[in-house]
């Protein structure tokens, strides 16, 4: 059975650098625009904004101004300079800390970092 | 799959790290009898065990029950049961949810099971409301982006792996996956990444391996078996007694390593030989 790649979790800021895979940001929708099919994702401490594609998740349930989580791919468009997100899953997060959120992600980073641990899988 | 590490920051005995806990004492460790939390990375590179099916290897940990909790990005719906695609933020796994048979045959509605609760006070009929609500969804299925609460074994169905769940719920709260991902690195350091066992019965379980890989007590009578065969089958003798036997040489080298450690050994040995007499060729 042919599975979707995972969305490896990222920080907004993070995902604008990123090049290609699968991701997994979560941010407060700034703008949406259901004809288009776009919407804007904004982090509500840094100003970082990322565009997101919806193609494959109309109708949003949820409003401008939620907190949402997008996983999806990042492309990058022919110009090369903005990165955007095609959302395979949106999901209405309201009512999570970020804060909290946020430093829980820091700690498991800190933790995979610490493992040093090279694998060498066979497969 | 064949997983390899490196540990460049261990603090183990680098002998000690590749021997596993023999069979027999793996319900010692406290990661065989419950459902462990883990990421989902890490269940799929589980190494199995050639021992016991079923069972998979975290570092020195035998597991089979996991819990996992992330969003759902797949989903499947067939006449007896669902499977849904769980995505974590390290990996996503395959997962299959059973149907339950009793939800075909009841036809009772959610207001008609709380009227007959009317009795109960209110905190209770609020919870039984939730519960209801919950079954029912589980009897719809999850949606792609639902947050799900999954605990169950790891099998492997058509080559992939899986976990087969024995427990599933929807979570609303979306605070609960922060709670999971704090509590992960910290069972990680200090159960996972971690031995059960002291160290010092650790050191005596290599000992005692180290000397021949893979004899151990309830080997020894296949073993003598075999070795009776093959001078049979050489020799042809018309009688065997028991003091032939330990004069073979296959038999004294038998011997010879598993009783290193003492006369207890030796007692058990010539019980086993004993034994052997009564083996019909």
Known sequence: MDLPKCGSVQEISNALSTNQGSIKVTGRLIQHDCINRQATLGDPQTSASLCVDTSLTEPLEGSVGSLFQVIGEVEREDGGDTPIVRARIMRCVDGMDLLMYNRALRNQQKYFQSRNVTLVRHN | ?281
């Open chain 2, 1 to 281: 799959m064949d997983v390899e590490e490196m540990e460049v920051d261990g603090t183990e005995n680098h002998s000690l790290r590749n021997d596993k806990i023999p069979k027999t004492l793996c319900g010692l460790d406290f990661c065989f009898h419950v459902f462990n939390k883990m990421y989902i990375d890490d269940i799929i590179a589980l190494e199995q065990c050639d021992v016991i099916p079923g069972m998979y290897w975290y570092k020195r940990h035998p597991i089979y029950k996991v819990d996992i909790m992330g969003v759902v990005v797949k989903r499947q719906e067939n006449v007896r049961c669902f499977i849904y695609a769980v995505d974590d933020g390290t990996g996503v796994i395959t997962c299959c949810c059973w149907k339950s048979r009793l939800h075909e045959q009841s036809s009772e509605d959610i207001e008609t099971t709380l009227q007959r609760c009317r009795n109960l006070p209110e905190v209770l009929r609020k919870k039984m409301s939730g519960v209801l609500m919950s079954e029912a969804k589980k009897k719809e299925g999850y949606s792609l982006g639902d947050l799900v609460h999954i605990r169950g074994k790891i099998k492997i169905f058509r080559g992939e792996r899986e976990v087969v769940a024995s427990y599933h719920n929807k979570l609303e709260d979306p605070n609960m996956e922060i709670v999971r991902m704090s509590e992960l690195p910290v069972l990680y350091r200090n159960l996972y990444d971690v031995d059960t066992l002291p160290k010092k019965v650790l050191e005596e379980l290599s000992e005692m391996s180290g000397q021949r890989k893979g004899i151990c007590h309830s080997e020894i009578v296949p073993e003598l078996k075999k070795i009776l065969v093959t001078f049979i089958e050489d020799q042809q003798p018309e009688e065997i007694s028991v003091e032939h036997v330990s004069k073979i040489p296959g038999v004294t080298d038998l011997l010879k390593e598993v009783c290193w450690r003492g006369r207890m050994h030796e007692r058990f040995i010539r019980l086993d030989i004993v034994h052997c007499k009564s083996i019909s060729f």
